[in-house]
């Protein structure tokens, strides 16, 4: 019998694969990795609940809470109160989380964006659970726990869960989309009610969270694909169409569920029946005025960026062992969908997963659309890579063992340390984990000067809270009964965090203090600095001291007009 890695049958536990030579890590580990994930998925929720008001507020929510509100009005009114189909651009994407995060603030004692960063917390929670059921069940208890391990400890999926309003919700309703249409194709070509439903409520939640949701179109075509040509090569294509249309048939009623699913978080998308399509067309081009962006130490137009843009960001922001192991399972996915010994629909799920981790990047580097604020667009990839790295762990260990009976434990505390790297920078870097840069870049000292940091300025949260404290105790100038500061960065966030004590404004005439940025596009002052927020020696953000002083812009770029970057305030 053949000890080939690849020879993967399944076992009578459903979901997951099993190589023909009974891998060490499967027969010693099930019991303690179960536990052991479990251990880092609570570790997860109290770091969370423990750090959440420490995450400030980004351009977009301050807009994104009014939107919630609407949205509340709109259900509220018996949807006689109209507001939310029309508001700003905010309509054409779905609302589900900040109605979630607004119905939640009218019951949690926090205030509204203390509880948005709390409701973001939790789902991001809800994505790590899935995650690990997807892994578990495409490769084991171990690879359950390694895709937990790397999705927790990925910056990109942990700093944009607490703030990021649309990519991290959309991350965690893509990755249960992945899951459901893996339970399905497990069971094809006549898959569960149950499943079906699955498959139909994730839709709905993906494609009402963001109209990328039809991607996983994409992902399931491919694993269709799969499941037919094995079929059409093993029996004959009349068998395979019967087969596929059968599959199709049980999975086309679930899509009412998920017409209903997106009719609730996306009420636009239904209020006309081409709502969804124009949705796609707004989309498929850039749609605000072009600002420009760092990128590779050039200032770009976001229209201009190269192709490199999301692969290139993407090999110096995700850690070095979510990369080898993420890349790694990717490539043997691919590699195992090639042999027939495995179990068709095994090799089908296989297809889907790695269509879920690569199509994205792919079609982003075909297409070349306009892309900003890093890969923040890109976080819902990193559930699927997360899984398949996971399977390429167990994989490697299962190979490892044949050679040498303690080299799993070699490979469990080399993939301990290479999990130990971003989560020491993790810790550095709180509450700005998003800005990471790993060690191939430099780190964030390195990539300060090359690419866009800390663009959601979420550093202003610490800024205004150390020039309040400074300034506890002083009165403004007199005849007036509020300080003025000018701000070169998300004004509206400013206004909030610093509460009636202050007066803000993109103009710095008459102002007493000036809070900017760490962004390239705004002006380093001949002031002094009250305020600075640094992490590792690179700025996050400044307050000066401009009293008395002349500034007549805060802007490097005078291209920018009087609002700054990526900003829907109304």
């Known amino acids: 019998m053949s000890a080939r890695p690849w020879s993967l049958s399944r076992t009578k536990q459903p979901g997951l694969m099993k190589t023909e030579f009974d891998p060490w890590l499967m027969r010693r580990s099930t019991g303690i990795a179960d536990a052991l994930a479990m251990a880092v998925m609570a570790a997860v929720a109290v770091i969370a609940a423990v750090t959440f008001r420490d995450y400030g507020l980004g351009w977009d929510d301050y807009t994104h809470s009014q939107y919630g509100e609407l949205l509340l009005n709109l259900y509220g009114s018996g949807f006689a109160d109209q507001r939310a189909l029309t508001f700003v651009n905010l309509y054409a994407y779905g609302g589900g989380f900040d109605l979630l995060a607004a119905l939640v603030a009218k019951v949690l004692p926090f205030d509204l964006f203390e ?8 789902i991001g929670l809800i994505g790590l659970f899935i995650t690990w059921r997807l892994g578990r069940r495409v490769g084991g208890p171990v690879a359950g726990l390694v895709a937990v391990l790397l999705l927790a400890t990925c910056p990109l999926y942990y700093g944009n869960m607490f703030m990021n309003a649309k990519d991290a919700p959309f991350a965690v309703a893509m990755a249960f989309l992945t899951l459901s249409l893996a339970r399905a194709f497990e069971e094809y070509p006549r898959p569960s009610p149950i499943v ?5 409520g994730a839709a709905g939640l993906a494609f009402g969270t963001r109209v990328l949701g039809a991607l996983a179109g994409a992902n399931a075509l491919a694993a269709l694909a799969v499941m037919f040509a094995i079929e059409a090569r093993r029996a004959s294509m ?16 679930a899509l009412v569920l998920g017409y209903a699913v997106m009719a609730l978080v ?4 239904v209020a006309e029946p081409l709502n969804p399509f124009r949705a796609v067309e707004y989309f498929s081009s850039f749609f605000e005025r072009p600002w420009r962006e760092m990128f590779d130490g050039v200032a770009l137009a ?30 043997g996915a691919l590699v195992a969908v090639m042999r027939g010994e495995i179990v ?3 090799r089908a799920v296989l297809a889907l997963l790695a269509f879920a981790a690569m199509f994205p990047i792919a079609l982003a580097v075909a297409m070349r659309p306009a892309m900003y604020n890093g890969i923040r667009h890109f976080v819902f990839v990193a559930p699927a890579f997360a899984a398949l790295g996971g399977l390429a762990f167990v994989w490697a260990a299962d190979a490892l063992a044949r050679a040498w009976r303690g080299a799993p434990a070699m490979a469990a505390l080399v993939f301990l340390v290479g999990v130990f790297l971003p989560v020491r920078e993790m810790v550095r870097l709180h509450p700005y984990q998003y800005t990471h840069f790993n060690v191939m870049a430099g780190g964030i000292r390195a990539a300060d000067d090359r690419y866009m940091l800390d663009f959601w300025g979420l550093a202003f949260k610490q800024a205004t809270q150390d020039l309040r404290g400074k300034l506890a105790g002083a009165m403004p100038p007199a005849g007036r009964a509020q300080w003025r500061i000018a701000v070169c960065g998300p004004e509206r966030t400013a206004k909030v965090e610093l509460g009636t004590e202050f007066l803000t404004s993109s103009d710095a005439k008459g102002a007493d203090f000036a809070l900017t940025m760490g962004a390239f596009y705004c002006t ?46 109304p």
Request: with cysteine.
């Open 196 to 200: 079906c439903a699955m498959v139909g």
């Open 524 to 569: 380093r002052l001949a002031a002094p600095i009250l305020v600075e927020i640094a992490r590792e020696g690179v700025v996050y953000a400044r307050v000066y001291d401009i009293r008395g002083m002349t500034v007549t812009s805060q802007l490097s770029l005078q291209d920018y007009g009087e609002k700054p970057p990526n900003s829907v305030e």
């Open 238 to 253: 009349r068998t395979a169409a019967a087969n596929a249309g059968q599959f199709v048939v049980a999975i086309a009623p």
């Open 266 to 269: 996306w009420p636009w998308s």
């Open 344 to 346: 068709p629909a095994r």
């Open 115 to 122: 509880t948005r960063r709390l409701v973001g917390a939790s």
């Open 302 to 331: 976001v229209p201009d960026m190269p192709r490199s843009y999301v692969p290139k960001l993407f090999l110096l922001q995700e850690p070095e062992v979510f990369l080898v192991l993420g890349i790694g399972g990717a490539a």
